[in-house]
């Protein structure tokens, strides 16, 4: 199993220019999460789905956009980049609600300039 | 203002020394989990604790759960350089949904 894919691993974009970052899973799990992480700081979440058609927002929501069309995919736009959006972008899936264990990829670095 | 506030957010000790790391809430969480993360990695799960009070352990690790379920912590006996990183805890909040949400972490080196 691959577990968690993300692209790009690495992005520069410039003010007000838009991206998606692909987040993928082949766990079959249900509950799929977008996070970001500043330099030596925690993970904030961003958005977060518990199934397909179904997504919620996080802590820091405003900036992005989610979709979950299929269990596997979990695409995060940013449609307006921003300097503040500069950051490290973590996708991770899990299955069991009350016991989370969540799996998480490789992580998207992007900067906005 | 985080839900989940650890301390120290940094700590720097030699090889062989003890530490311990605290994880506060004053909410009650349906369960917590303990991630550890290298640089340019995701977190990976260490453990998760379910039941107040729970212990566990991993080898030099052990994990604490409070009785009300609002903390928790990781304590590590004799340190190694090979257990330098980022701690996370993480939990579901109780009656709150179904987010994850994160502690700022408490960054660990371990000096040789």
């Known amino acids: 199993n691959a577990g968690v894919t993300q692209t790009p691993k690495f992005r520069i974009l410039k003010i007000g220019q838009s991206m998606t970052l692909q987040c993928t899973q082949d766990m079959n799990h249900n509950y799929m999460y977008w996070y970001r992480q500043d330099p030596g700081m925690g993970l904030k979440l961003i958005y977060y789905s518990v199934g397909a058609g179904i997504t919620d927002k996080g802590e820091v929501p405003n900036g992005y956009n989610v979709s979950r069309s299929t269990t596997e995919d979990f695409p995060l736009r940013l449609e307006l980049a921003a300097p503040s959006q500069t950051s490290v972008y973590f996708c991770?899936?899990?299955?069991?609600?009350?016991?989370?264990?969540?799996?998480f990829g490789q992580g998207t670095r992007l900067t906005v300039v | 203002t985080q839900l989940l506030e650890q301390s120290p957010q940094f700590l720097s000790i030699q090889e062989g020394e003890n530490l311990t790391v605290y994880c506060n809430s004053s909410s009650v969480f349906s369960s917590l989990q303990w991630y550890r993360q290298e640089p340019g990695e995701g977190p990976v799960l260490l453990v998760t604790?379910?039941?107040?009070?729970e212990v566990k352990k991993l080898k030099r690790l052990t994990f604490q759960f409070g009785d009300a379920r609002k903390d928790s912590s990781l304590h590590i006996t004799a340190a190694q350089p090979g257990d330098t990183g980022l701690y996370l805890c993480?939990?579901?909040?109780?009656?709150?949904?179904?987010?994850?949400?994160f502690g700022g972490g408490t960054r660990l080196m371990v000096k040789p």
């Open positions: 604790v379910v039941t107040g009070g």
């Open positions: 993480a939990g579901v909040l109780r009656n709150a949904g179904n987010m994850l949400t």
């Open positions: 991770a899936s899990s299955y069991i609600l009350r016991a989370v264990e969540a799996f």
